[in-house]
Each structure stands twice: as C-alpha cells, then as structure tokens.
Nanobody, 115 residues
Framework: QVQLVESGGGLVQAGGSLRLSCAAS????????MGWYRQAPGKQRELVAG???????NYADSVKGRFTTSRDHAKNTVYLQMNSLKPEDTGVYYC?????????WGQGTQVTVSS
C-alpha cells in the first residue's frame, strides 16, 4: 500500500523560505517518478516540480530558480525547497508518485505566503 505524507507547510512572508517533505511508504522513491503539485484557490492543480527515477528534475516556469526538489534514498523522502516565496505561491502542495501506471497522492500541506 502506497502512502505519501507531506509536511513542512505553513505561513511565511514574501521572500521567505520553506522546505516541504514527502515521506513515502509502500514505494521506493528512487525507482519511481515523483512530483510536487500545488492547487491555489479557484485554480487547477499544476505541476510544480518533478524528479525522475534517474534523478533528473523539471520545474514549472513560475518557480524555476527558486524551488528545488531532491530526495534522500535512505529516508525514502522527497523534498521541495522553496526560496524567495511569492504570494502567488500560496496553495495546497501535494506529493505525487507514479507506480505501475497509477498516480498516488498525499493529503496535501498548506503553504500561505503573505505580502
């Protein structure tokens, strides 16, 4: 059974930083693509950052240069380091994993960036 648990969200002022964590079980993160998505109020869920099983990363244009995703194989945990946060980064952030063609999702963690 795959379970993804996000943590690290909170309230931060513009220009600040947060690090989100996604602790995975039932899946080996180094063997599967992982991603971070966010959903702002009234908007579609969008891909923020992704990491392949080989370690390659990709980012939405809006976060390039500010966000970095990484993983710790020993802890089976994926991270999203968010720097220089902007109010438009506000939303619920979800961890995603792809295993055998099926998408798994965490419960989400709220990130709120104030001006």
């Amino acid at each position: 059974q795959v379970q993804l648990v996000e943590s690290g969200g909170g309230l931060v002022q513009a220009g600040g930083s947060l690090r989100l964590s996604c602790a995975a079980s039932g899946i080996i993160i180094s063997l599967n693509p992982m991603g971070w998505y966010r959903q702002a109020p009234g908007k579609q869920r969008e891909l923020v950052a992704g990491i392949t099983s080989g370690g390659s990363t990709n980012y939405a244009d809006s976060v390039k240069g500010r966000f970095t995703t990484s993983r710790d194989h020993a802890k089976n945990t994926v991270y999203l380091q968010m720097n220089s946060l902007k109010p438009e980064d506000t939303g619920v952030y979800y961890c995603n994993a792809l295993k055998r063609g099926f998408n798994y999702w965490g419960q989400g963690t709220q990130v709120t960036v104030s001006s």
